[in-house]
Each structure stands twice: as structure tokens, then as C-alpha cells.
């Protein structure tokens, strides 16, 4: 299994261009996500999708589309990068939890990717 | 507001032993996260804590006190390979997860 995997690694954007960046996971893994990483903060949750054909905003949605078509795919898409949205992207993916013991499935993250928006 | 804080910089010695602290103050608490991230990496798993009390895992251990909003992920027998940066998350009311700003955790020989 690949697990969670991110297309593409690494982008470099001018102002006012846009891009989409691709999550696949072969998991079957119903909820996905998308993070931003940027120095010095903690990961900051953009949008999130409880299962196909659902998504969510999540702490910080401001510029930033999803859909998720199909189960495995989960696709953010910047309309118009911002310097602001430089950044580094992790999309994860997590099974629903068990309901049981109080226990919670953890989430499974993809390599990241890049972003450079100039 | 939600807050995680814990120290941004720790220095260990190989062999030794080492415990990053996390304090929170979210709405709600469904559990509490530690995960490892080395440089330019994606985030992995190393524990949940959703009772009070420590977990034991080989050469990690995570502790949680609810009342106290505190836990502490200790690592013992420290490997070089352990340098890395180490992430305190809380699975809040609505099954969120809110992140600290990671711990960077530096190995000396």
C-alpha cells in the first residue's frame, strides 16, 4: 500500500496564479484532511471531509476550494495564491473511530508539499 | 480561545533521557496526541492518552492529566535518530484536532 500520497512535492506560484494539489490514499479511510505547516505555529486544519461527497471548513478555509469526488481523492485548490499561502501542505486521512473504549483511530499523513507563492 | 503550548527547543545528550511538556486549554478533550515529524517530513503516529496516567511504549512514554491540562512525552535511551521535532495535538469537542508549534528536539553525542 502507498498510504497517503500528495502531488505534487513542490510548486513555486506567482501572485494570482492558481493550482490544485491532489491527496490519494489506497486506506479506505472515510474522513481526509487538509493542513497548512508554516514556522513557528502548529499544524492549522483548512477544510476536511467526513466522507465522499462532503466537505467542511475547517481553522483557516480563506482562499482555499476542496471537493472530494471520489473516496480516495481529496483535492485543494488555490483560486488566486497569495504570498500569504506560502506554506507547506499535509493532507491526512484516518478510518472512522471504533466507538469503543474511548479509543481514536490517528490520522495518517502524506509527504507534504511545498508551495512557494512569489 | 484553544491553546497548546510547549517549549520550542530542547537539547538532549545521546543515552540520556529526556520529557517535552504540554499544557492545553481547549473546549473540550477527547484525547491527547504525540507525534514525531523529522525535518522536512510528514508527522507519525507515537501515542494517544485519553486516561489519566502514562503509556508505555518501548522507549517513548506518554503521561496525561486531565484536571491539570498537562502531559509529557519521555523518551528514554535517546538515539540520534530521535532528533526530530515532536507535536502535542488535542482532539477537542468537535473532534478536531488543535496542534502546538511542535518541540525540536536536538541530540548531542
Known amino acids: 500500500n502507498a498510504g497517503v500520497t500528495q502531488t505534487p512535492k513542490f510548486r513555486v506560484l506567482k501572485t494570482g496564479q492558481s493550482m490544485t494539489l491532489l491527496c490519494a490514499q489506497d486506506?479506505?479511510?472515510?474522513?481526509m484532511y487538509w493542513y497548512r505547516q508554516d514556522p513557528g505555529m502548529g499544524l492549522r486544519l483548512i477544510h476536511y471531509?467526513?466522507?465522499?461527497?462532503?466537505?467542511a471548513k475547517g481553522e483557516v478555509p480563506d482562499g482555499y476550494n476542496v471537493s472530494r469526488l471520489k473516496k480516495q481523492n481529496f483535492l485543494l485548490g488555490l483560486e488566486s495564491a497569495a504570498p500569504s499561502q506560502t506554506s507547506v501542505y499535509f493532507c491526512?486521512?484516518?478510518?472512522?473511530?471504533?466507538?469503543?473504549?474511548?479509543?481514536?483511530?490517528?490520522?495518517?499523513f502524506g509527504p507534504g508539499t511545498r508551495l512557494t507563492v512569489l | 480561545g484553544q491553546n497548546i503550548d510547549q517549549p520550542t527547543e530542547m537539547t538532549a545528550t545521546e543515552g540520556a533521557i529526556v520529557q517535552i511538556n504540554c499544557t492545553y486549554q481547549?473546549?473540550?478533550?477527547?484525547?491527547l496526541f504525540w507525534y514525531q515529524q523529522h525535518a522536512g517530513e510528514a508527522p507519525t503516529f507515537l501515542s494517544y492518552?485519553?486516561l489519566d496516567g502514562l503509556e508505555e511504549k518501548g522507549r517513548f512514554s506518554s503521561f496525561l492529566s486531565r484536571s491539570k491540562g498537562y502531559s509529557y512525552l519521555l523518551l528514554k535511551e535517546l538515539q540520534m535518530k530521535d532528533s526530530a521535532s515532536y507535536l502535542c495535538?488535542?482532539?477537542?469537542?468537535?473532534?478536531?484536532?488543535?496542534w502546538g508549534a511542535g518541540t525540536k528536539l536536538i541530540i548531542k553525542p
Open positions: 492518552n485519553v
Open positions: 491526512a486521512s484516518k478510518p472512522p473511530s471504533p466507538g469503543t473504549g474511548g479509543e481514536v483511530n490517528e490520522q495518517f
Open positions: 486506506m479506505n479511510h472515510e474522513y
Open positions: 471531509s467526513v466522507g465522499e461527497g462532503t466537505t
Open positions: 481547549t473546549s473540550g478533550f477527547n484525547g
Open positions: 495535538a488535542v482532539l477537542d469537542s468537535n473532534y478536531q484536532l488543535i
